[in-house]
């Protein structure tokens, strides 16, 4: 059974820094496509993934911000989230699986098979 569990979220002050974490289990990250997401009301979009073992997308709002690693040997996939903004705010997902990484698929949600349950990040002005 796959579980995806996220930590790290909780509030910060515009400007400040958060990681996530989500560590995986009853799944490696390999060469598919990780994730990760934001929903704001019922909207999820697609922030940072990685595909085909190295290779990353973000999303505009997040590029020089947010970063995107894995930790292979310990099998975390990470946020690091810098220079937060009010709306950053939301509830953060990982991802992890799709059945054809490419630069297309990473950042769509409807290309992911496995998800964690999602932690919330708010970010005060």
């Known amino acids: 059974q796959v579980q995806l569990v996220e930590s790290g979220g909780g509030s910060v002050q515009a400007g400040g820094d958060l990681r996530l974490s989500c560590a995986a289990s009853g799944y490696t990250y390999g060469g598919s496509c990780m994730g990760w997401f934001r929903q704001v009301g019922t909207k999820r979009e697609g922030l940072a993934g990685i595909f085909s073992y190295d290779n990353t997308r973000y999303h505009e709002s997040v590029k020089g911000r947010f970063t995107i690693s894995k930790d292979n040997a310990k099998n975390i996939l990470y946020l690091q989230m810098n220079s937060l903004k009010p709306e950053d705010t939301g509830l953060y997902y990982c991802?992890?699986?799709?059945?054809?990484?490419?630069?297309?698929?990473?950042?769509?949600?409807?290309?992911?098979?496995?998800w964690g349950q999602g932690i919330y990040v708010i970010v005060s002005s």
């Open positions: 991802a992890a699986d799709c059945a054809y990484p490419s630069f297309s698929a990473v950042l769509d949600p409807h290309e992911y098979n496995y």
